[in-house]
């Protein structure tokens, strides 16, 4: 069964660096994924489509702060110079044979 | 730059069938490379993908939702639709509706609507 676990909080201080973990289920090491944001009271908003090889392709006016890299099971979002803007809940997203499936998602804290 | 509104009543009874309309601006529906999607989120919770149709008419579903889910297409008024059957007050969520390329990302998304269960 095709799923995304995430951890549910993290915190990072203002102007450091943050990194978000997706993790694919056993058997799917191979799936591409997705990362999209949503701050309070927001619709989310595409980040970014991640590959396995850690390539990834930014949705429109994206900052280059944010970036994706992969490593097996595990698709990363870094974000870096951190503002009070990126403080928010961060989805992953992956798709199979007529199935797509979210992450259960990870609230950001900027401190 | 493609925008995506989502339209329906806010509140619906418990049994009745929920109803929502999503517009597509700045781009067309009827695109061949694109796949077109509701997604909901109840208070305080995540992301669940409901189903997604292509212009042609072709659907597929949540397994979960599926024997409740109808999702159609109007490529004249650049439209396309959620029907969800059955309510409950489970039901009761933030409805999105969003692109997906091909079958793989959701990559824009509209601004959602909140329905309510009552």
């Known amino acids: 069964q095709l799923v995304l676990t995430q951890s549910p909080s993290a915190s990072a201080s203002l102007g450091d660096s943050v990194k978000l973990t997706c993790t694919l289920s056993?058997?799917?090491?191979?799936?591409?994924i997705a990362w999209h944001q949503q701050q309070a009271e927001k619709g989310p908003r595409y980040l970014m489509r991640?590959?396995?090889?850690?390539?990834?392709t930014k949705g429109v006016g994206i900052p280059d702060r944010f970036s994706g890299s992969s490593s097996g099971a595990e698709r990363y979002l870094t974000i870096s110079s951190l503002q009070s803007g990126d403080e928010a809940d961060y989805y992953c997203?992956?798709?199979?044979?007529?199935?797509?499936?979210f992450g259960g998602g990870t609230k950001l804290t900027v401190l | 730059q493609l925008q995506l509104q989502e339209s329906g009543p806010g509140l619906v009874k418990p049994s009745e069938t929920l109803s929502l309309t999503c517009t597509v601006s700045?781009?067309?529906?009827?695109?061949?490379?694109?796949?077109w999607g509701w997604i909901r989120q109840p208070p305080g919770k995540g992301l669940e993908w409901i189903g997604s149709?292509?212009?042609?008419?072709?659907?597929y579903y949540n397994p979960s939702l599926k024997s409740r889910v109808t999702i159609s297409v109007d490529t004249s008024k650049n439209q396309f639709s959620l029907r969800l059957s059955s309510l409950t007050a489970a039901d009761t969520a933030v409805y999105y509706c969003?692109?997906?390329?091909?079958?793989?990302?959701?990559?824009?998304w509209g601004q959602g609507t909140l329905v309510t269960v009552s």
């Open positions: 969003a692109r997906t390329d091909g079958k793989h990302q959701f990559d824009y």
């Open positions: 700045g781009g067309s529906i009827s695109s061949t490379s694109y796949y």
């Open positions: 149709i292509y212009y042609s008419g072709s659907t």
């Open positions: 056993s058997g799917h090491n191979n799936y591409a």
């Open positions: 991640l590959n396995t090889d850690g390539s990834h």
């Open positions: 997203q992956t798709w199979g044979t007529d199935i797509q499936v």
